[in-house]
């Protein structure tokens, strides 16, 4: 059974920059794509970006491409997200998952981290 644990969130300033974390446990890490998901209060997850398991493909949704840059470490089973100019709306609850599909939002993601919150104050 593989087990994600985020880090990395907290408060910060609309310009600011963050690193997440999300670090599994437990199984094969390498051979899942991986996905950040995020969910504001009051609205639905959304996807934010992925990973394939070698690292060699991404997908970002619109809304953070040239912000978030997501990045893995398979030594380290450890997956990145790096957020920069970060915005009020960016503020939600961060999740990591991960997926034996491709690195996208229509894929099945199976195993998911209990998230972690990011704030951005304007």
């Known amino acids: 059974q593989v087990q994600l644990v985020e880090s990395g969130g907290g408060l910060v300033q609309a310009g600011d920059s963050r690193r997440l974390s999300c670090a599994a446990s437990?199984?094969?890490?390498?051979?899942?794509?991986i996905g950040w998901f995020r969910q504001a209060s009051g609205k639905e997850r959304e996807f934010v970006t992925a990973?394939?398991?070698?690292?060699?493909?991404?997908y970002s949704a619109d809304s953070v491409k040239g912000r978030f840059t997501i990045s893995r470490d398979n030594a380290k089973n450890t997956v990145y997200l790096q957020m920069n100019s970060l915005e009020p709306e960016d503020t939600a609850v961060y999740y990591c998952?991960?997926?034996?599909?491709?690195?996208?939002?229509?894929?099945?993601?199976?195993?998911w981290g209990q998230g972690t919150q990011v704030t951005v104050s304007s």
């Open positions: 437990g199984g094969t890490f390498s051979f899942y794509a």
């Open positions: 998952a991960l997926t034996k599909g491709t690195p996208s939002p229509r894929a099945r993601y199976d195993y």
């Open positions: 990973i394939s398991w070698s690292g060699d493909r991404t």
